[in-house]
């Protein structure tokens, strides 16, 4: 299985194929931060239309979260699940938040901002401001160590006017809307509204981690019952694994 997509800020088509046990080993078994532990899957799921590896760090930071939940749909599917609890006093009532992957991406896609100038490629500017901008790089966001210092190599001057900023941050969000956000739902029971905060990288992470989580029982099975070796078995495609693990279950029970 594998899955095709384009990319909401720079427009790059990508392809991401089905994981491997190894992908999920990376995944299980990484202490990485969040970005870092996402750039290391990506870079070996997801390629260009062309087979390509895809130049990760030159792309609009934004990217890198949507390419998070091509991987997530290639490999869990296309709706996701988030569990909250109803914050009402007295209620705590456990609430599923359910939204289908391209329905997110299409609510947060790329807008026209009123004012901006294109400049010389990668720059933007904005009438009436002496400033220009451009969107942060996936290598920004790994270089940088806090927003102060993104500022400043992605806006110059940096000591703009907190006014301009502003606006600068509005066009940004426009041009490269953030998929970090807020998620609404109502309690079943109380009726109460409630919020759930959806980071696509960090969430994606935990749910792939959670799913590997039988990795090694899987590995253990397969090892004993057909004699292959760990490499071999960390070769095959997670649903082909999953089968063999199902058939191998169902002779011991039979």
């Known amino acids: 299985m594998s899955t095709t997509a384009t990319l909401p800020a720079s ?17 299980y078994e990484s ?14 799921l997801v390629t260009d239309a062309d087979g390509e590896p895809v130049a990760w760090s030159e792309l609009p930071a934004v990217d890198l979260a949507a390419a998070a939940l091509l991987v997530r749909r290639v490999w869990l599917g296309r709706t996701i699940q988030a569990e909250a609890r109803c ?18 991406l299409e609510h947060r896609r790329r807008r026209a901002f009123r004012g901006l100038t294109a400049l010389e490629l990668p720059w933007f500017g904005l009438e009436r401001a002496d400033v220009r901008f451009r969107v942060p790089t996936v290598g920004d966001l790994t270089a940088a160590g806090d927003r102060a210092a993104l500022v400043e190599q992605c806006v110059q001057p940096p000591s703009v006017s907190s006014a301009v900023l502003r606006r600068v ?6 041009l490269a809307p953030s998929l970090d956000g807020l998620l609404a739902g109502t309690c079943p029971v109380c009726g109460a509204e409630v919020e759930l905060w959806f980071a696509p990288i960090e969430y994606v992470l935990l749910e792939l981690r959670d799913a590997s989580a039988s990795l090694f029982t899987q590995v253990h099975e397969l090892a004993l019952a057909y004699h ?3 490499p071999e078995i960390l ?12 058939l191998v279950r169902a002779d011991l029970v039979a």
């Open 11 to 27: 427009g790059l088509s990508v392809w991401a194929r089905e994981p491997v046990g190894a992908d999920e080993l990376l995944v």
């Open 31 to 44: 202490d990485r931060s969040p970005v870092d532990s996402m750039l290391a899957l990506v870079g070996r």
């Open 87 to 104: 914050p009402a006093a007295g209620c705590g009532e456990p609430i599923d938040v359910t939204f289908a992957i391209d329905t997110y």
């Open 169 to 174: 941050e509005r066009a940004l969000d426009a």
């Open 228 to 230: 292959w070796s760990e």
């Open 235 to 246: 070769g095959l495609e997670c649903r082909r694994r999953q089968g063999y693990v199902e």
